[in-house]
């Protein structure tokens, strides 16, 4: 292999170990300082922003789930904004206005024209009745009772300007596809969102439940609605464009992993590239963020948050960079050997871990027949899926899509696991 070859791959190889094992290291040996303080006597007016488009029935599931938390009458209320669907999802609004408005106060507001996510968004929080907090979260999400007051209890101090929930999966073992999403999930919520959360800067904050100040989601709302890529407009990853916003100015972001809710991943393929196409894009927009504002950045963020922003899009575009050098010096099947190698070596034993720590800590996440089975894929996809994915993202900046929202027919109804997770949202740890 040539030796340029050989010293680059080696250089992503170490950063890959330096980005994914040190925040293990942190949480195994540090596992106190990286939880947040909570104090449950706190009490604030906490208004949903539930932005919609084409998720048909699961609007009206995710409105029952929400309007059955375990927080104070007359201190939360929802507000529901379709973006034109092209199904029945604003018919379903409705009907979750009218049925469960007794529970919570319900406000649902039809965009006239379809302006993505962000503009949903932002409808919501203005069509809002004097809250303290905002509360975004997705249209196809159930919550455990307690998530709201969970979330609340932790903005502990003016320092910290948004915290986030613990999203799992509800759909863990319907296929292969399915029960590696639920283990990736797993360890970047247990392992790489707890190592950010000791230095209170978590780098992206989950759009499935992601709670906010309002005064913070206002500082940062123009600035959202400017994001552009070289003139283009730029929609995918709101939710890791807000968060950046808010360490770039200072703020303290987090998690608290008691604050749960599910959300239903893609089960086939198609969806799920299209799903991390889109992430791509937002990762690769929000390291060019980071490149471009770096001294802003050694100003206002903790340096290893910075090192938590640029080093996992580092990796992917330097084994990209390697891949089409390999192709060009003839050495394209030494690489691809090379990296498999290291990969089957470097994920094997984090899997094995993942399988144990999920049985001990949340069982319902819990992958059948274990997680050292969806090794091959996982491989696989790190090679054939990354190298796609980011040459794709490159040249796709300018996408305004929702993502991996597809229309529905006006006569599907809502799915059995969904319904499950609603009536044992009290029970779950």
Same mark, same amino acid.
């Given at each position: 292999?040539?030796?340029?070859?050989?010293?680059?791959?080696?250089?992503?190889?170490?950063?890959?170990?330096?980005?994914?094992?040190?925040?293990?290291?942190?949480?195994?040996?540090?596992?106190?300082?990286?939880?947040?303080?909570?104090?449950?006597?706190?009490?604030?007016?906490?208004?949903?922003?539930?932005?919609?488009?084409?998720?048909?029935?699961?609007?009206?599931?995710?409105?029952?789930?929400?309007?059955?938390?375990?927080?104070?009458?007359?201190?939360?209320?929802?507000?529901?904004?379709?973006?034109?669907?092209?199904?029945?999802?604003?018919?379903?609004?409705?009907?979750?206005?009218?049925?469960?408005?007794?529970?919570?106060?319900?406000?649902?507001?039809?965009?006239?024209?379809?302006?993505?996510?962000?503009?949903?968004?932002?409808?919501?929080?203005?069509?809002?009745?004097?809250?303290?907090?905002?509360?975004?979260?997705?249209?196809?999400?159930?919550?455990?009772?307690?998530?709201?007051?969970?979330?609340?209890?932790?903005? !502990?101090?003016? =320092?910290?300007?948004?915290?986030?929930?613990?999203? @799992?999966? $509800?759909?863990?073992? /319907?296929? #292969? &596809? +399915?029960?590696?999403?639920?283990?990736?999930?797993?360890?970047?919520?247990?392992?790489?969102?707890?190592?950010?959360?000791?230095?209170?800067?978590?780098?992206?904050?989950?759009?499935?439940?992601?709670?906010?100040?309002?005064?913070?989601?206002?500082?940062?709302?123009?600035?959202?609605?400017?994001?552009?890529?070289?003139?283009?407009?730029?929609?995918?990853?709101?939710?890791?464009?807000?968060?950046?916003?808010?360490?770039?100015?200072?703020?303290?972001?987090?998690?608290?992993?008691?604050?749960?809710?599910?959300?239903?991943?893609?089960? !086939?393929?198609? =969806?799920?590239?299209?799903?991390?196409?889109?992430? @791509?894009? $937002?990762?690769?927009? /929000?390291? #060019? &963020? +980071?490149?471009?504002?770096?001294?802003?950045?050694?100003?206002?963020?903790?340096?290893?948050?910075?090192?938590?922003?640029?080093?996992?899009?580092?990796?992917?575009?330097?084994?990209?960079?390697?891949?089409?050098?390999?192709?060009?010096?003839?050495?394209?099947?030494?690489?691809?050997?090379?990296?498999?190698?290291?990969?089957?070596?470097?994920?094997?034993?984090?899997?094995?871990?993942?399988?144990?720590?999920?049985?001990?800590?949340?069982?319902?996440?819990?992958?059948?027949?274990?997680?050292?089975?969806?090794?091959?894929?996982?491989?696989?996809?790190?090679?054939?899926?990354?190298?796609?994915?980011?040459?794709?993202?490159?040249?796709?900046? /300018?996408?305004?899509?929702?993502?991996?929202?597809?229309?529905?027919?006006?006569?599907?109804?809502?799915?059995?696991?969904?319904?499950?997770?609603?009536?044992?949202?009290?029970?779950?740890?």
């Amino acid at each position: 292999m040539d030796a340029f070859l050989l010293l680059t791959l080696s250089l992503g190889w170490l950063l890959t170990i330096f980005t994914y094992v040190i925040p293990l290291l942190c949480v195994m040996f540090l596992r106190k300082s990286t939880f947040l303080k909570k104090d449950y006597g706190i009490q604030k007016r906490v208004t949903v922003l539930l932005p919609c488009f084409n998720e048909g029935p699961h609007a009206y599931d995710t409105i029952k789930s929400i309007s059955q938390s375990n927080y104070p009458t007359g201190m939360l209320e929802v507000v529901a904004v379709d973006d034109r669907s092209t199904d029945d999802s604003w018919e379903w609004i409705k009907k979750a206005q009218t049925d469960f408005s007794g529970a919570v106060q319900i406000t649902a507001y039809r965009q006239p024209k379809n302006a993505g996510k962000y503009e949903a968004l932002s409808k919501a929080a203005s069509l809002s009745n004097d809250a303290d907090l905002f509360l975004c979260i997705d249209s196809d999400c159930y919550f455990h009772a307690d998530a709201v007051r969970e979330l609340v209890a932790s903005f !502990t101090t003016e =320092k910290i300007a948004a915290v986030g929930g613990h999203v @799992r999966v $509800s759909n863990v073992n /319907d296929n #292969l &596809l +399915t029960q590696a999403q639920a283990t990736v999930y797993f360890y970047a919520y247990k392992v790489m969102k707890m190592f950010q959360n000791r230095l209170r800067n978590v780098a992206c904050i989950s759009g499935c439940l992601f709670a906010i100040r309002k005064e913070a989601f206002y500082e940062i709302e123009d600035d959202v609605k400017k994001c552009n890529f070289l003139g283009a407009k730029f929609s995918a990853g709101e939710d890791r464009y807000m968060t950046h916003l808010l360490m770039l100015r200072g703020h303290q972001t987090g998690v608290n992993l008691d604050a749960i809710c599910w959300t239903e991943v893609p089960s !086939t393929f198609r =969806k799920f590239f299209t799903q991390q196409w889109r992430w @791509r894009r $937002s990762g690769t927009q /929000d390291y #060019l &963020l +980071t490149l471009r504002t770096l001294m802003r950045h050694s100003r206002n963020v903790n340096p290893l948050s910075v090192m938590n922003l640029m080093l996992p899009e580092t990796v992917n575009y330097l084994m990209l960079f390697t891949f089409i050098y390999s192709l060009v010096s003839g050495d394209a099947l030494q690489w691809v050997v090379a990296h498999q190698l290291f990969t089957y070596s470097f994920l094997g034993p984090f899997l094995i871990l993942m399988h144990f720590w999920m049985k001990q800590s949340a069982p319902d996440q819990v992958v059948k027949g274990g997680t050292l089975v969806l090794l091959p894929f996982i491989a696989g996809w790190a090679f054939c899926g990354t190298l796609t994915c980011a040459m794709m993202a490159i040249f796709t900046m /300018d996408s305004s899509s929702w993502g991996t929202r597809v229309s529905k027919a006006p006569n599907e109804q809502s799915t059995d696991v969904p319904n499950a997770l609603l009536e044992n949202t009290r029970q779950m740890p």
